[in-house]
């Protein structure tokens, strides 16, 4: 009789804990907010530029409240408006052309190596995409993009071409290069 008492408040001590254990998580995250997935946020708008070792060139990108522009190396450019993505996954229906630049931000920010990332996927793309965050950083704000799901090869973004370059190799704690 005294075993099986034992047990009864092992397993019933065992349940609380974990029961306990699961809702401090979910109260504990803040990650877990849903964030307005119509617009950029504010912090990542505005020209940013970077140094790409390879081509010894600046990249340049804008990114205002519902496009996403890069600007290539001849001159020309490529818009990428966002959009909301359905959620009974009615993209999927007519697929045209015209939709394969259109790209959405997934729902939830992602909490990695201490940084909060926005996912943002093509509009008929299912996988991991890229990932951004901005982040003061040595005084300058920086924008950062990363890809995988381990959200691994960061790349640092500036706002001035100057800086850019200034900055072309320069590595910030927390990201994995």
């Known amino acids: ?23 401090t998580i979910k109260l ?28 010894h060139l600046v ?11 890069f600007y290539e190396d001849n001159g020309k450019k490529s818009i990428y408006p966002l959009h909301v993505l359905p959620k009974n996954g009615s993209h999927w229906n007519k697929m045209s052309k015209k939709k ?11 909490k990695v190596h201490g940084h909060t ?9 299912m996988t991991a995409g890229p990932f951004f965050t901005v982040s003061k950083l040595k005084g300058h704000q920086v924008l950062t993009n990363a890809a ?16 850019a370059k200034k900055l072309k190799n320069r590595h910030y704690a927390h990201f994995v290069y």
Do not use: C
Request: charged share 20%; glycine share 6%.
């Open 1 to 23: 009789m005294k075993l099986k008492k034992m047990w009864i408040t092992l397993i019933a001590i065992f349940s609380l804990g974990m029961i306990g254990s699961i809702a």
């Open 59 to 69: 990249n340049k990108e804008t990114i205002t409240a519902k496009k996403w522009i």
């Open 117 to 125: 990332w926005l996912a943002i996927r093509g509009w008929y793309e």
């Open 28 to 55: 504990a995250n803040p990650v877990q907010a849903k964030i307005n997935v119509s617009v950029f946020p504010k912090k990542m708008r505005g020209t940013w530029y970077q140094y790409d070792k390879q081509t």
């Open 100 to 110: 394969d630049k259109w790209m959405y931000i997934v729902n939830m920010p992602v």
């Open 148 to 163: 995988g799901h381990l959200v691994t090869g960061a790349n640092h973004w500036y706002h001035s071409v100057k800086l």
